[in-house]
């Protein structure tokens, strides 16, 4: 898989059921937690000025490539992708997998009736889905210790955040070592979407 990048990020320019199967093994080899990323193309722009994202978007277990125009452009540069890889469609392909495998999710982020809706939602669409628990994204990081007590407690095995980018995934990448084989995904608007 490529790991050739852009701006400083490097992207891994695989299929979306090839992500999916490595999400699968690695929960099934019980391995540290971990992050992906799904950067468009304004992630990678916000890369290019900002160090602590771009480090953390270039240090992620996967970062997939999210926007046509990003892959054209990567494409364009000879950086090899075989295509876009969607937040949304990604996540309801986790959460797919997640219903056969028996994972728990977790939901963070979205304004509380947001949030609550897409947890509905989701066990609607997917059903054996268990989304072991959600919370509203907006608290202030005095707060992190509760959440990730909350998280850890669930059992979930799959979190998702929809903290809008960057704050998905600087709360991730700090808080991801303190859970236990949990493999986390920033989403953005996608539980603003699924909730309808
Ligand atoms: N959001 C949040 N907490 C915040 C800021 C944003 O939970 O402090 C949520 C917001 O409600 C929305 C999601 O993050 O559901 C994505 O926000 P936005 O569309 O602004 O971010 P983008 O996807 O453009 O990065």
Redesign the pocket.
Known sequence: RARTGLWGVRVDGMSMNYALSKVRGRLLSRAPSAMIVTANALSFYRAKKDPLYREIADSAWLTLPDGAGLVWALKFLGVPVVERVAGIDFMHGLCRLAAVENWPIYLL???PE?VSAAAVELERLYPGLKVVGYR???FNDSEDQDILQSIRSSGAKLLFT????P?QEVWLNRNLPEMDGVVGVGV??S??VISG
Do not use: H, I, P, T
């Open positions: 982020g979205s304004k947001v509203d994204g907006y929809a903290l809008g980018v704050k953005g608007g539980f603003d």
